[in-house]
């Protein structure tokens, strides 16, 4: 026992000696299990614990236990999702000539809608619009009057918004006209106004969301009267999707005329001959108003029969012929469909 406790003094003095730091462990006691067996070369062996060392293993395998979370779904990504689509833009403004001033634009998707005026023109007649879109050749439009607040609007249902431009070429009461554009990969023209004395607006008559256009046909303007005595007849066309165009429809709308013909039939019963001012004597020009409702609402029998009833001159039948063939003519006139 001497020699081991000599022993154990030599091993602390060496352990310092070296610099080491780590301090040496006192020495604990055994447990009741274990079994010490003396003997010449004093050893001992130690029976194991095996309930606490299942105890201690579980304790570190739990610390040790790190729980994978559930793996979520992560949604596929196209590609194409990551491009950024580039969206186009109008051309810059150019100007048509050295005189005219940006005065009105409006940017519709890739389209400029540029309304020009000419600040140096003496007659105040020559503003210019320009329709313009990148790679596409421009549409230039004189005599432009104004840009129609529906502008950008799908009046047609064809899923594109439309350019509507008014002309006015100057002159007491003339020239008006209506140019509409369908803004869609190109440019396409689907209501060219034949220009005349009327102008005309757009309405939804039906309530289909889809607008018509009303105007007025001046086709007897100065024909039997002067121009302020001379008749005007409503007109009305509408889109047509296979044509793409804005084409006469007057006969789908009788309901339009109604008020027209209460108004104009008391005129031609009680007008006086010559109040009309008509260049042969007689009431040509009071009795067309009535005659014309009829028959672009479609009723020509019911027409020719009232200008018969008040028309009383001896050319009644000429006068009839005549109308008729001056009516057929006219761009704005379309007969009823048979049924």
Known sequence: MKKARQLLAILAFFTLACGLIVPV???TPLPATVTQTAGPASTFTA??????????????TEISYTATPPSTATPEMDPEDLIEVEKPVPPPALSPGAAYQLEEELLIGAYGIRFWHNANSEIGFEDVLMIEKANTLSIRIDVASAIEPLTGTDINGDGYPEAIIETYSGGAHCCFGTQVYSLGAQPKLILKKPES????QFEDLDNDNIYEFITYDDTFAYQYCPYAASPFVKAI????????LYLPASPQFPQEYVADI??????AENVQVGEYGEWDE?????VLPMVLDHIYMGDLEKAQEELRRVYLY???ETFWDEII?????????VAKETE
């Open 237 to 244: 066309l509408v889109y047509d999707p296979v044509a793409e």
């Open 47 to 60: 029976t194991p614990d095996i309930a606490a060392t299942q105890t201690i293993s579980a304790a570190l």
């Open 262 to 267: 209460l108004q104009n039939t008391e005129i």
């Open 282 to 286: 007689t009431t040509k020009c009071s």
């Open 314 to 316: 001896s050319d009644v």
């Open 197 to 200: 004395n009327a102008g005309g």
């Open 325 to 333: 063939l001056q009516v057929q003519a006219s761009p704005l006139y």
């Open 25 to 27: 462990p006192t020495a």
